[in-house]
């Protein structure tokens, strides 16, 4: 076997790792604690590889600085869920090392393992050992060692890495109580070594299919994204690309850039990350903008939409919705841009109902998403483009998609970006309600962090499969309530699983109780169950909404 890795074999190893983690997806999925029905680490994991894989295959003879910036770049963009954004840290990581290498050795490679920690465990305010960031440290650790040993055969090395983290993931239920409960190893770091173990096959030689398709996961995600602010037909196509930097783009350079962009459009968003340049801009010619981006570099993820066609769509689909109610009008008037504010919002909501409120409460823009499907890093870049706002809010309402939105935040410049860490839905409607226009972001912010707190919220779902969890044993196809925290109850009986729940809600002193059900549930059946919370709980105002969520039958919460 070769003692160093050059650009070509490089290549064939990451596609060989992100091939093997697709494959092994759905068991990864199987391993997560709770077995609620959603897109999960796996699916994650490799979404966020693939969007990776897809620029690293496009790549014609590269260097190894191209594959580098190609194996970041688009991890840092596709990056989804927690795992999916803790690997796209590490591969960032890895890569800021031995992009300045046409080979890679053992010493190589173990300067590139620390840092590759390192940069991952920054990423993470508060790194929870037992994870994927344990097993990544694991193999880093004996990387380093045998580094220092002398060892400079890569055969040995790198198997004798993966032996060694392969022990760590193994010992991942002894560091957290609830992975061996339900019996399994860490899913995030089991993801890891599946990228891993598929790049030592290709090392070895192991024939390996490096084709990489659209994934249909991916591609709907992506058609999910739904605007809120109209587009101005005074210029007539949305223009967005991405440049891959062959030369210097410094501060005087991007100022140039933006204000050619300004001659010939408007709605321009520029932003910057290193090695790589996100484009948005309203034009009537975008052939002009593509010209003026090609001479810094090449580029990617082109999108041009007719903005104009788009509008005159949308009208006849609402106009075919009014049919029977009022006539249709030959001439509509030109919509205009939302004009530019100081403070602007962005929810992840999944559900019409759901969506409607956090639309009546101000935000401007939703992305789809959520428990079944984490957006992408990508996805928040896109939403951030579109609030024309100095200062932008985002709520991501799911713990799994915080980090994505951080990544996010930390890859603009021209817009203050601020995270409120909201879990679930109801936490986010508390952040908008108690935003106060006459405040500073700061004092706005203080009050908003403070407010969810005091938001206790539960989930009614199904299990897809046995598991035992919080020291309750569940069968598939059983009710569960999950809490902030855990498991609040379960059993065979949806009304007495939610009622249940709803109690253990209610610890403490709370006046509110807000209950939101899902697409699965019929009017009358949640009225019904908002008349016996109503009943059980005189002193607090209880609230039934439609919510219209896809696999959870009720979100509830008390405050």
Not at 6 to 21: C, E, I, Q, S, T
Request: hydrophobic residues 40%; proline residues 3%.
């Amino acid at each position: 076997m070769a003692n160093t890795i050059d650009a070509r074999m490089f290549a064939g190893m990451f596609l060989a790792g992100a091939k093997n983690l697709e494959a092994k997806k759905e068991w990864i999925n199987e391993l997560n604690v709770f077995p609620v029905p959603d897109g999960d680490t796996g699916t994650n994991m490799t979404l966020t590889i693939m969007s990776a894989a897809k620029e690293v295959s496009a790549l014609e003879n590269p260097d190894m600085a191209s594959l580098c910036k190609a194996i970041s770049s688009g991890s840092l963009r596709g990056a989804r869920g927690n795992s999916g954004v803790i690997l796209s840290q590490l591969f960032r990581g890895f890569t800021k090392v031995v992009r300045d290498y046409e080979e890679i050795n053992v010493g190589i490679l173990a300067d590139a393992f620390d840092k590759a920690v390192e940069t991952a465990y920054k990423a993470v305010m508060k790194p929870k050992e037992g994870t994927i960031l344990t097993v990544a440290k694991g193999g880093a650790r004996m990387a380093r060692e045998l580094a220092d040993q002398g060892e400079e055969d890569l055969g040995v090395f790198i198997r004798e890495v993966i032996r060694h983290a392969d022990e760590v993931l193994a010992k991942t239920p002894e560091m957290l109580p609830v992975l061996k409960q339900a019996g399994v190893v860490d899913s995030g770091g089991q993801g890891l070594m599946q990228v891993l173990k598929g790049a030592y096959d290709a090392f070895c030689g192991k024939e390996v299919d490096f084709t990489i398709e659209e994934t249909q996961t991916a591609a709907v995600s992506s058609a999910q994204m739904k605007t809120e602010v109209q587009a101005d037909i005074k210029f007539g196509y949305c223009t967005e690309f991405i440049i891959m930097l062959n030369r210097n783009f410094n501060i005087k350079q991007e100022m140039d850039f933006k204000a050619y962009l300004e001659s010939i459009g408007d709605s321009i968003v520029v932003v910057a990350d290193e090695d790589v340049v996100k484009v948005h801009v309203h034009t009537n010619d975008p052939g002009l903008a593509i010209q003026k981006a090609l001479k810094y570099g090449a580029l990617s993820n082109m999108k041009i939409d007719n903005m104009r066609l788009e509008h005159q769509e949308k009208l006849f689909k609402m106009s075919e919705k009014q049919k029977g109610k009022a006539a249709v009008r030959e001439e509509t008037a030109p919509v205009k841009e939302a004009p530019k504010k100081e403070v602007g919002f962005i929810a992840v909501s999944a559900g019409d109902g759901i969506n409607d409120i956090f639309k009546g409460l101000g935000v401007d823009y939703i992305i789809e998403g959520g428990q079944t499907m984490n957006p992408s890093t990508a996805d928040m870049l896109d939403a951030i483009d579109k609030v024309n706002a100095d200062t932008v809010y985002i709520l991501p309402n799911n713990k799994n998609i915080i980090l994505a939105a951080d990544q996010a935040a930390h890859m603009v410049e021209n817009k203050k970006i601020v995270v409120i860490p909201t879990k679930t839905v109801p936490q986010g409607i508390t952040a908008v309600i108690n935003y106060v226009p006459d405040l500073s972001v700061k004092e706005n912010t203080d009050t908003m962090m403070e407010e969810i707190k005091a938001v206790s919220t539960g989930q009614v779902t199904y299990a897809v499969r046995d598991t035992i969890i919080d020291d309750k044993e569940i069968k598939q196809g059983d009710y569960m309530g999950i809490g902030d925290t855990g498991i609040l109850s379960n059993g065979t009986d949806m009304v007495e699983v939610t009622m249940r729940m709803v109690e253990e809600l209610m610890a403490g002193e709370k006046e509110l109780i807000s209950i939101y059900y899902g697409a699965e549930v019929s009017e009358e059946t949640a009225e019904a169950l908002n008349g016996m919370v109503a009943e059980k709980y005189p002193e607090c105002d209880v609230e039934l909404q439609y919510g219209g969520q896809p696999i959870y039958y009720y979100i509830i919460s008390a405050e």
